[in-house]
């Protein structure tokens, strides 16, 4: 107001001040995980007082609308690779301030399991069986048998397992090897190896020339197979027309034949187990 001399009377005037709230965003989360393949939904993240949305990757996936506050980001095959990325957000001010709100989350990336049971195998009977099976990427484990042996732990990725009556009767067993995934996958894995139980004829080979016979049908008859134990101190295996030779890469015994006697030479003694039926 402003007070005049007299006879002058008082002036008054009335200005308007508004004002402009700084722009709010969040997030939700400072991190999070999806498994390979899938999208990602912003459902949590928050604003007010902003005049746009712009959302950007340290990655080189896409969002359905960038300028949303709540969009779904679908993943590169480069983020992937790179395992995890940022996720920026940022929410632009109203007029007439100048300085933006913005906020970060990092989005990982879980893979599904990647698992082998092993190779099928084969135990004595009367023997354990130590299993060999390799998992990446997985929560936890289960192995599970189609026949009445059991398992030291079915729990870990390589128990050792003890074959039952009935494996030993039908000469054999499935073991199934099933791996949970991490957090948040779903998908579980499944793999199978076949364990055959059989007799075993067990010898020793000297150093040297020997002859060599088996009463057991083996349970396999390739001879490269047969002989894998023994394979770095065998020189050559013979029938009485073909011959495998491992060093030179020749073989045409092929299959190993039980009525048919071998001659062998080693660089050592070694001691080889056949297993397979009478």
Not at 10 to 25: E, G, N, Q, W
Not at 225 to 252: C, K
Request: hydrophobic share 35%.
């Amino acid at each position: 107001a402003a007070i005049g001399y007299e006879p002058c009377g008082t002036a008054t005037d009335c200005i308007s001040v508004t004002f402009t709230k700084a722009p709010l965003v969040e997030i939700g989360l400072a991190e999070d995980q999806i498994c390979f393949g899938a999208d990602y939904e912003f459902v949590l993240t928050q604003g007010s007082n902003y005049s746009a949305i712009q959302w950007s990757t340290s990655g080189e996936g896409l969002f359905s609308d960038p300028s949303i506050l709540n969009p779904t980001y679908v993943p590169d095959e480069e983020d992937f690779s790179l395992g995890c990325v940022d996720i920026t957000v940022e929410a632009l001010p109203v007029d007439p301030c100048s300085t933006s709100a913005m906020d970060v989350m990092e989005l990982c990336f879980v893979s599904f399991p990647d698992i082998d049971a092993g190779d099928d195998d084969f135990v004595c009977r009367g023997e354990s069986f130590q299993l060999d099976a390799d998992a990446e990427s997985y929560g936890y484990v289960l192995w599970v048998t189609a026949g009445d042996g059991t398992f030291s732990n079915p729990n870990i990725l390589n128990p050792v397992y003890t074959p039952g009556m009935v494996d030993d009767r039908k000469n054999g067993v499935k073991l199934t090897l099933v791996v949970y995934p991490e957090t948040p996958c779903t998908d579980i894995a499944v793999d199978n190896m076949f364990l055959g139980v059989y007799d075993c004829h067990e010898t020793n080979i000297p150093q040297g020339w020997s002859g060599l016979s088996s009463y057991l049908e083996p349970w396999n008859p390739d001879v490269e197979v047969m002989f894998e134990s023994v394979q770095e101190e065998l020189i050559i295996l013979q029938d009485l027309y073909n011959s495998w030779w491992p060093a030179e890469n020749f073989n045409t015994i092929g299959n190993w034949a039980r009525t048919d006697g071998c001659r062998i030479k080693v660089t050592d003694n070694v001691d080889l187990t056949v297993a397979g039926l009478p």
